[in-house]
């Protein structure tokens, strides 16, 4: 019995040390964590309890040239209720009329809020659902609604705010115009001039504090922001609204005609680089007829250019003063041959006998490849440097991410070959993106003046300008003026008797080159040929104010019309017969502060009535009617008129007392 009593004290005490030691443990837990690791832990809890979130700020707005909006952000607001906030007095007083107010706004029933509103209020609802997506209008008016207007603490109103980015002339232009998002890695991307000048346009953004609130809502705390965001610049851009809409059409029209896969036109003003418009048309599948902005074509597609690069060919020659344009080829038939490949004019038995200048007239291979290949056989390196200086082998340093790269072979490098040269000389065996052809192009316009193409004219903040983008001169003399003279002549020639002419107009001058490129012909893939069809100039020819080019890729052969002149041609033609024809005369009002000495005697006569201090109705009569009802009108007389041109008569006679509430009655003649 007392062994038993021993066993039992000494479990006891086994019990109540473990339980000393489990006691023990759990206090110097607790004063762990209370002071040794109180800071980690308060910081965690508030942490999981209360939080700051970011407040995106509004980015800026994108601008054309002349003053449309192209693309801006919009506040879109989600508006929720803080049942438990408002006291019982003031949630009383106010339901009824709230849900009145909610009713006219939202549309559904004044009961139907009154209803939800008590049930939020019943159940302890803390983050009640009233409206998503109002916008900043309604917001505002919301603000002052019953019970809303006692602000966040005392009514209850919860606003949740997102800006959503609009772009008002939908998707025209818009991979130039561009987006930037953040994709499923959370990485920002994007395109265009959105993603190009982010950091004008997208502002900081604010932080606001919230707390967790049952079932995983998030509140904010209270009314004012922790951080308040800043609103980004505005950026405004070179293109114009109205040659932007010519472009964009005359193209798609272009497009849907000969059943093409996608095109791009480029319109650059020749003295300063700016870019006014730039259509960029694909489609979706090859059975699909609907064409929309689906790649950057003129800046990132850099393919071979075919007779367009035939320009380079002349300046080259003309420079080095190796032909003229006078000189005399034979075409041979339109066919000759270079290591057993052959080269042929699109001209059946080719031109004859023609000069050089004619030969760039009508787009012969033969003549510009024999050419080309006579004078630089023995010395290719001269020519390839004429195209390096030219500025043909380097992109043009774009901010947009994506710009294609030109590509010309080097001789000695491992692509080149015996053919390099000739093939070169009619657009083969190189590579350039439409706009690297256009700014070449634009240089000859501009008198060898090459300029960087330009799409951000200047950054502001409201009517403040933060940066002004000036013209960029990437060469300020590609040739001699003696070049130049001959080359403004034969561009101007192909649109008057060359691969042109059913472009040519006497109402308005252009100049230019077509070209049409056999794409894929080396292909063993299984990959179709197809046709590359372009033109690129410039106009008035004259006095260049703009240089544009059009690139249509797989236009369709049936009819055989799949050349450069019968597809981009017309767009091309269009665009400079809508900018000269339609738009708004700018022209010159000469003499205009000249004086004409009878409106100065009306002037007169007016001005010494207008400057006497009149008690009595003057004498009108010989007056105009103009002047007369503006007189009368100062001296505070109510006047009416009859007919038009001078006074004639007057219902109130000269003399009498001067009555404003009276009406003068002026009969003109």
Same mark, same amino acid.
């Given at each position: 019995?007392?062994?038993?009593?021993?066993?039992?004290?000494?479990?006891?005490?086994?019990?109540?040390?473990?339980?000393?030691?489990?006691?023990?443990?759990?206090?110097?837990?607790?004063?762990?964590?209370?002071?040794?690791?109180?800071?980690?832990?308060?910081?965690?809890?508030?942490?999981?309890?209360?939080?700051?979130?970011?407040?995106?700020?509004?980015?800026?707005?994108?601008?054309?040239?002349?003053?449309?909006?192209?693309?801006?952000?919009?506040?879109?607001?989600?508006?929720?209720?803080?049942?438990?906030?408002?006291?019982?007095?003031?949630?009383?007083?106010?339901?009824?009329?709230?849900?009145?107010?909610?009713?006219?706004?939202?549309?559904?029933?004044?009961?139907?809020?009154?209803?939800?509103?008590?049930?939020?209020?019943?159940?302890?609802?803390?983050?009640?659902?009233?409206?998503?997506?109002?916008?900043?209008?309604?917001?505002?008016?919301?603000?002052?609604?019953?019970?809303?207007?006692?602000?966040?603490?005392?009514?209850?109103?919860?606003?949740?705010?997102?800006?959503?980015?609009?772009?008002?002339?939908?998707?025209?232009?818009?991979?130039?115009?561009?987006?930037?998002?953040?994709?499923?890695?959370?990485?920002?991307?994007?395109?265009?001039?959105?993603?190009?000048?982010?950091?004008?346009?997208?502002?900081?953004?604010?932080?606001?504090?919230?707390?967790?609130?049952?079932?995983?809502?998030?509140?904010?705390?209270?009314?004012?922001?922790?951080?308040?965001?800043?609103?980004?610049?505005?950026?405004?851009?070179?293109?114009?609204?109205?040659?932007?809409?010519?472009?964009?059409?005359? #193209?798609?029209?272009? *497009?849907?005609?000969? $059943? %093409? =896969?996608?095109?791009? !036109?480029?319109?650059?003003?020749?003295? @300063?680089?700016?870019?006014?418009?730039?259509?960029?048309?694909?489609?979706?599948?090859?059975?699909?007829?609907?064409?929309?902005?689906?790649?950057?074509?003129?800046?990132?597609?850099?393919?071979?250019?075919?007779?367009?690069?035939?320009?380079?060919? #002349?300046?080259?020659? *003309?420079?080095?003063? $190796? %032909? =003229?344009?006078?000189? !005399?080829?034979?075409?041979?038939?339109? @066919?000759?041959?270079?290591?057993?490949?052959?080269?042929?004019?699109?001209?059946?038995?080719?031109?004859?006998?023609?000069?050089?200048?004619?030969?760039?007239?009508?787009?012969?291979?033969?003549?510009?490849?024999?050419?080309?290949?006579?004078?630089?056989?023995?010395?290719?390196?001269?020519?390839?440097?004429?195209?390096?200086?030219?500025?043909?082998?380097?992109?043009?340093?774009?901010?947009?991410?994506?710009?294609?790269?030109?590509?010309?072979?080097?001789?000695?490098?491992?692509?080149?070959?015996?053919?390099?040269?000739?093939?070169?000389?009619?657009?083969?065996?190189?590579?350039?993106?439409?706009?690297?052809?256009?700014?070449?192009?634009?240089?000859?316009?501009?008198?060898?003046?090459?300029?960087?193409?330009?799409?951000?004219?200047?950054?502001?903040?409201?009517?403040?300008?933060?940066?002004?983008?000036?013209?960029?001169?990437?060469?300020?003399?590609?040739?001699?003026?003696?070049?130049?003279?001959?080359?403004?002549?034969?561009?101007?020639?192909?649109?008057?008797?060359?691969?042109?002419?059913?472009?040519?107009?006497?109402?308005?001058?252009?100049?230019?080159?077509?070209?049409?490129?056999?794409?894929?012909?080396?292909?063993?893939?299984?990959?179709?040929?197809?046709?590359?069809?372009?033109?690129?100039?410039?106009?008035?020819?004259?006095?260049?104010?703009?240089?544009?080019?059009?690139?249509?890729?797989?236009?369709?052969?049936?009819?055989?019309?799949?050349?450069?002149?019968?597809?981009?041609?017309?767009?091309?033609?269009?665009?400079?017969?809508?900018?000269?024809?339609?738009?708004?005369?700018?022209?010159?009002?000469?003499?205009?502060?000249?004086?004409?000495?009878?409106?100065?005697?009306?002037?007169?006569?007016?001005?010494?009535?207008?400057?006497?201090?009149?008690?009595?109705?003057?004498?009108?009569?010989?007056?105009?009617?103009?002047?007369?009802?503006?007189?009368?009108?100062?001296?505070?007389?109510?006047?009416?008129?009859?007919?038009?041109?001078?006074?004639?008569?007057?219902?109130?006679?000269?003399?009498?007392?001067?009555?404003?509430?009276?009406?003068?009655?002026?009969?003109?003649?």
């Amino acid at each position: 019995m007392v062994n038993e009593d021993k066993h039992i004290s000494y479990r006891m005490y086994l019990v109540a040390f473990a339980m000393f030691v489990i006691a023990a443990a759990i206090g110097v837990k607790l004063c762990n964590i209370q002071w040794v690791e109180g800071d980690y832990y308060r910081k965690l809890a508030k942490e999981r309890t209360v939080r700051n979130f970011v407040i995106p700020a509004n980015k800026g707005n994108i601008y054309s040239s002349d003053g449309s909006l192209l693309a801006t952000s919009i506040p879109n607001y989600d508006i929720r209720f803080d049942a438990v906030a408002p006291k019982a007095e003031n949630f009383e007083k106010n339901v009824n009329s709230l849900a009145d107010s909610l009713s006219m706004l939202l549309g559904k029933p004044a009961g139907f809020y009154q209803s939800e509103l008590r049930k939020a209020r019943a159940n302890k609802n803390r983050y009640y659902l009233i409206a998503r997506g109002l916008s900043y209008t309604q917001y505002m008016k919301m603000k002052t609604f019953p019970l809303f207007n006692l602000g966040a603490f005392k009514g209850g109103m919860i606003t949740e705010q997102e800006t959503v980015r609009e772009y008002p002339i939908g998707k025209i232009a818009w991979r130039t115009i561009g987006y930037e998002r953040i994709n499923e890695s959370g990485k920002h991307v994007g395109k265009g001039i959105e993603w190009a000048y982010r950091k004008y346009l997208n502002g900081k953004d604010g932080k606001i504090l919230k707390q967790k609130i049952a079932k995983g809502q998030w509140k904010p705390i209270r009314d004012v922001n922790e951080v308040e965001p800043q609103d980004g610049f505005d950026v405004t851009s070179t293109i114009d609204v109205y040659i932007q809409d010519i472009a964009h059409h005359a #193209l798609l029209k272009q *497009l849907q005609k000969y $059943k %093409a =896969d996608h095109g791009c !036109v480029v319109v650059m003003e020749t003295k @300063t680089g700016q870019v006014k418009a730039i259509a960029n048309l694909g489609r979706a599948s090859k059975t699909d007829s609907t064409y929309f902005e689906t790649e950057n074509y003129a800046i990132r597609e850099s393919h071979e250019p075919g007779s367009t690069y035939k320009l380079a060919d #002349l300046m080259a020659l *003309l420079e080095d003063k $190796k %032909a =003229d344009t006078s000189d !005399v080829y034979d075409s041979q038939g339109g @066919t000759i041959v270079y290591r057993g490949k052959k080269v042929r004019d699109s001209h059946e038995g080719g031109y004859g006998k023609i000069s050089l200048g004619r030969g760039f007239e009508v787009s012969s291979n033969t003549v510009l490849v024999q050419s080309v290949y006579n004078a630089y056989k023995d010395d290719p390196k001269q020519f390839v440097d004429h195209l390096n200086d030219f500025g043909l082998n380097k992109p043009l340093g774009l901010p947009f991410e994506g710009e294609g790269k030109p590509y010309i072979p080097q001789p000695g490098d491992k692509h080149w070959s015996a053919i390099s040269l000739p093939w070169m000389a009619f657009g083969y065996g190189v590579s350039i993106t439409p706009l690297q052809t256009l700014t070449y192009y634009n240089a000859v316009a501009n008198n060898g003046e090459m300029v960087k193409p330009q799409f951000v004219s200047e950054i502001k903040e409201w009517n403040r300008t933060i940066k002004k983008f000036e013209k960029e001169v990437i060469n300020p003399k590609i040739c001699s003026d003696e070049t130049l003279k001959k080359l403004h002549a034969v561009l101007e020639n192909v649109v008057k008797r060359g691969t042109a002419a059913k472009l040519y107009s006497k109402d308005f001058s252009m100049a230019g080159k077509t070209g049409t490129a056999q794409a894929n012909y080396n292909k063993k893939d299984g990959t179709a040929k197809h046709y590359i069809s372009s033109f690129v100039g410039y106009f008035p020819a004259d006095k260049p104010k703009y240089s544009c080019i059009v690139v249509v890729h797989e236009p369709s052969t049936a009819g055989n019309d799949y050349y450069g002149a019968g597809v981009a041609g017309p767009v091309f033609k269009r665009i400079a017969q809508k900018i000269f024809t339609d738009a708004p005369s700018m022209n010159e009002i000469k003499n205009i502060d000249k004086k004409d000495a009878k409106t100065e005697k009306l002037y007169a006569q007016y001005y010494d009535k207008a400057q006497q201090k009149h008690t009595v109705v003057p004498n009108l009569k010989g007056m105009s009617g103009m002047d007369a009802v503006a007189l009368m009108g100062n001296l505070g007389m109510k006047v009416k008129v009859v007919g038009i041109g001078k006074v004639k008569k007057q219902s109130i006679l000269p003399g009498q007392r001067l009555d404003k509430n009276a009406t003068l009655i002026l009969e003109l003649s």
